[in-house]
């Protein structure tokens, strides 16, 4: 806890039930994002580590109620949440432990106020989410929900005042890394019921759903694959923009995540009709180097 101690003396947060506080929600995201956290830890100046920590934690806390138990539960609890999210915000205080930490963040990133409050106004179409029927469709999804969504860690990676460029180049990264996240977590997403590809890019192909639900290795489909893969790739390489939109300090981070990603649509190029059965994520071994290389980078920055 050496590092985390002293990102939490640079953070300025010297209370110790808030430290507390962040520290239990540093253990949470660890459970589900340890690769993120140790990149986290490791690539961006302390003194921001503790306010990553506690933005992933807040949409993770959303996240959770939107998926957890039946719709009707999950729009009651989304509907308080909602409210003492909104409350908190507009009186910088709650009793809520999991809100402390994010209303603190608040207070040192002004910024994020905002969009804390984007992101939960379009989380809730997530409730109802029935798929895409067109491309156009799934455009609209990633500016209502995928780019709030990332702009909630994002916003504390960018540039400080104007942010309308680096948005916008934000949108183009989350636009890649949404559509491969469909991609390469389409089994998952088939066995909880959701179909994440338009189903007008399955006509095209003349692929159906119960192609992808039967795993059938049919070589429309692998050109269907193949095809949102190409997509991925040009527009990660677009993406790549942003980098020099935000701060050098914050650039081995944004780097690190562009990279990630890169990692995994050529994992999942490599075995396409694998898939059909699992997701895919980044070789660890070309994942590892990847945080080495941005590592050194790092500390170059932050002498």
């Not at 088939?190 to 070589?219: K, N």
């Amino acid at each position: 806890m050496g590092s985390w101690k002293r990102a939490l003396d640079a953070a300025g947060i010297d209370d110790p039930g808030l430290r507390e506080d962040y520290s239990r929600q540093r253990r949470q995201v660890t459970r589900y994002k340890r690769e993120a956290v140790l990149a986290t830890g490791l690539l961006l100046p302390a003194r921001l580590v503790p306010h990553v920590i506690a933005a992933t934690a807040y949409m993770h806390r959303t996240d959770t109620l939107l998926d957890s138990g039946p719709l009707d539960e999950r729009k009651a609890a989304y509907t308080r949440w909602e409210q003492e999210v909104a409350d908190g915000l507009a009186t910088g205080a709650t009793d809520h432990p999991e809100l402390r930490p994010l209303l603190h963040t608040v207070a040192a990133h002004p910024a994020l106020r905002d969009r804390a409050l984007e992101y939960l106004a379009g989380a809730v179409a997530d409730l109802d989410f029935a798929g895409f029927a067109t491309e156009a469709d799934y455009q609209r999804y990633v500016d209502d929900y995928s780019l709030p969504a990332f702009m909630v860690v994002a916003t504390l990676l960018g540039p400080d005042g104007d942010q309308t460029a680096y948005r916008a180049a934000c949108r183009t990264v989350i636009d890649a890394s949404q559509r491969l996240d469909f991609v390469s977590d389409l089994a998952e997403d088939l066995a909880d019921g959701r179909l994440t590809l338009p189903r007008q890019t399955l006509d095209r192909h003349g692929v159906t759903r119960t192609d992808l639900e039967q795993a059938r290795d049919l070589p429309a489909l692998r050109a269907l694959i193949t095809e949102q893969l190409d997509q991925v790739d040009r527009t990660l390489a677009e993406g790549r923009a942003v980098v020099a939109l935000v701060p050098p300090a914050h650039r081995p981070m944004v780097r690190c995540m562009i990279g990630l990603d890169e990692l995994t649509s050529t994992a999942a190029r490599a075995d396409i009709p694998a898939l059909l059965h699992r997701s895919a994520g980044p070789a660890k071994a070309a994942a590892l180097r990847l945080l080495a290389r941005e590592y050194l980078r790092a500390r170059r920055t932050n002498r």
